[in-house]
């Protein structure tokens, strides 16, 4: 059976192989508190059965300009390989964006990797890539595909 719905603590042990796939390294469950705690921020996860197949992460950010609605961004969208083609990163996409849509945001920004061949995917819900640059300033390495 399968289910998408927002994770919480008890997940905390699933969610690692979903993050080694993003190239992360942080096993500390309080960090993974930490997120889950942060205001307007939800991860969403798809199951099937019990068993955690894929994640995202919806970030509902306050906003002044657009009458004060908020914006989103979604962010780490991971499944795992042996569950990819099966349609649980399209639940976690698109229980994100109904979220967000819920909250009032005017707007979803995502950004992918070039080199990853996700972007077809987005597209599918209706992301463009013509209407503005995603440019970003790092600290640390980008992660290697």
């Known amino acids: 059976m ?35 705690s942060h205001p307007g921020t939800t991860i969403w996860g798809s199951f099937d059965g019990d068993m955690l197949k894929a994640m995202t992460t919806l970030h509902i950010l306050p906003n002044l300009t657009q009458n004060g609605r908020p914006y989103a961004l979604i962010e780490n969208v991971a499944s795992l390989p042996s569950a990819r083609g099966q349609g649980h990163a399209r639940d976690v996409m698109q229980a994100a964006i109904n979220a967000a849509w819920i909250a009032g945001a005017y707007k979803i920004m995502l950004l992918t990797g070039q080199n990853i061949g996700a972007k077809g995917f987005y597209e599918q819900f209706g992301f463009r890539a013509d209407q503005k640059f995603g440019m970003q300033l790092r600290r640390v390495p980008a992660r290697k595909p």
Do not use: W
């Open 2 to 36: 399968e289910l998408t719905r927002p994770l919480t603590i008890a997940d905390h042990a699933q969610v690692l192989p979903l993050y080694a796939v993003l190239g992360g390294s942080s096993t500390d469950p309080d960090a993974f508190e930490t997120i889950l």
